[in-house]
Every structure is written in structure tokens, then in C-alpha cells.
């Protein structure tokens, strides 16, 4: 019997693995068994004076977190905080780190990822290409996992910084699926379109909601099919206009 499609699944900022675990459940069930998605937390643990309230959790895809309870399925997590700017990201060595552990325990197919998890999951993919850009990043001198078979990125974008600029160079070559949300006001396309230009072998698909990850039945069914073969002719999940040519 073949092995399922295994795939690390990054979530949002002020999301948790479970928060994401659970706004994806349509989709999660829609798998089957053919595909197996792994929910890790990210290190950072959110403060009050790291949000701008309640508002903002919900629009961020978070609005189950909780900064005030005990219970941690309900504490908003990041992969990294970053300044008013957006060029600084603190902590994210840390999660660097974290990921390495992981990819060390196990192997993953892909990587798939939701806003500032999918600006994650990019930079991750890149670093397993260039693992020698930041040294913490090896063990014993090689990278910790292969390169990813591939890549979703949710509203990414690309993680400001250094580290990120050094990871990715010119480009990075990893097969890419970016799906950007129209109305998505939180991840602009002007944003997505810095970690896009870095995609070298990419696929673009454009939904017509916000900052969410799709998960009506055509998304579903789409998403299935693309992560058990990310390099098939998957039919897009929305129609298009085709433009047929004109009879001579």
C-alpha cells in the first residue's frame, strides 16, 4: 500500500495548530487517507500588547484565541514578531530551529502554509534548498530533510529580514501553489507579490473571498488532487473566461 501524502501544515499569525487544525476541518476530512496533514505550533506566544484586539484576532482567522485562558488549544501563537514597519522579524531563528527538530524526526512531501505561515513555509522550502545560507540550520554540515516536493502558500508573503533575504537569493526553485484571496485586506496582493516574484516554478490561483484559506468543494477537491500531484494538469477550482481563437 503506498505511503499517504504527508504534509507539515504551518498556521496563521495569532492561530495555533489546533485553531487551524479545526478551520480546516472540511477540508481535512475531504483528504481521506491518501493524505496525512501534520498541525504544529509555532514558538511564539502572543501577548496583548502584540495584537491590536479582538478585531484584529478575528480578521487575522483567529477570533477562537484566547489571551487569557489557561487551556493552550485557544493560545494565539506566531512563527515571528515583527515591527510596525514589517522589516524585522524577532524570533524567527527560533522557529528555524523548531522546524529543523521536526524535519529531523520525520519526512515531509510539502509544506503548506496560511499567511504568516505560508511566508514560513516558503522561507522553509527555500532553506532546504540553500541550507548553507544560515549554518543553524544544518546537522553536521547538511541540511536536515530534503528539498520539499512542494510548497502552498496561503496569502504568503515574502518574511522580512536578513535571514529570509539570504535564504531565498534571486529566487528558489521549489513547485509553489500561491492562492491570494481578492478581497483579502490583511495580505494585499502588492504583498503576496514580493514572495511571487521569487517563485520560480509557480502556480497561481486567486479566489474570491478574504484572508481565509478556500475550502468550498471546488477548493477541496482541488487542493486534494494537487497535493497528491503538485506537477499534474490539476484544473483550476474557479472558472475561467477562455478565450477560444478565432476561425481563419
Known amino acids: 500500500m503506498t505511503a499517504p501524502t504527508k504534509v507539515l501544515m504551518l498556521?496563521?499569525?495569532s492561530q495555533n495548530a489546533?485553531?487551524?487544525?479545526?478551520r480546516l476541518g472540511a477540508l481535512r476530512k475531504s483528504m481521506g487517507k491518501s493524505i496525512e496533514m501534520v498541525f504544529v505550533d509555532g514558538p511564539i506566544v502572543l501577548l496583548p500588547v502584540d495584537l491590536n484586539g479582538a478585531s484584529s484576532l478575528a480578521a487575522l482567522g483567529?477570533?477562537?484565541a484566547n489571551m487569557t485562558s489557561s487551556d493552550p488549544?485557544?493560545?494565539p501563537r506566531a512563527w515571528w514578531k515583527t515591527n510596525p514597519e514589517k522589516t524585522i522579524a524577532h524570533?524567527?531563528?527560533d522557529s528555524i530551529l523548531l522546524l529543523k527538530d521536526i524535519l529531523q524526526r520525520d519526512r515531509y512531501d510539502g509544506v503548506f502554509g496560511f499567511s504568516q505561515g505560508a511566508a514560513m513555509a516558503a522561507l522553509l522550502a527555500a532553506l532546504l534548498e540553500r541550507p548553507h545560507s544560515y549554518p543553524p540550520f544544518l546537522v553536521d554540515g547538511e541540511a536536515p530533510h530534503p528539498p520539499?516536493?512542494?510548497c502552498v502558500a496561503v496569502s504568503g508573503f515574502k518574511a522580512p529580514g536578513s535571514l529570509s533575504a539570504e535564504a531565498f537569493g534571486t529566487s528558489y526553485s521549489t513547485p509553489t501553489l500561491h492562492v491570494l484571496g481578492k478581497n483579502d485586506v490583511i495580505v494585499i496582493e502588492e504583498r503576496s507579490k514580493g514572495l511571487l516574484d521569487l517563485s520560480q516554478n509557480k502556480r497561481l490561483e486567486e479566489h474570491d473571498g478574504g484572508h481565509f484559506v478556500p475550502s468550498k468543494a471546488n477548493w477541496r477537491e482541488f487542493f486534494r488532487n494537487y497535493l497528491?500531484?503538485?506537477l499534474g494538469a490539476i484544473p483550476s477550482p474557479e472558472p475561467r473566461t477562455v478565450f477560444q481563437p478565432a476561425p481563419d
Open 91 to 93: 524570533g524567527l531563528e
Open 62 to 64: 483567529a477570533s477562537e
Open 11 to 13: 498556521h496563521g499569525h
Open 18 to 22: 489546533s485553531i487551524f487544525s479545526k
Open 148 to 150: 520539499f516536493k512542494f
Open 228 to 230: 497528491i500531484d503538485p
Open 73 to 75: 488549544s485557544t493560545t
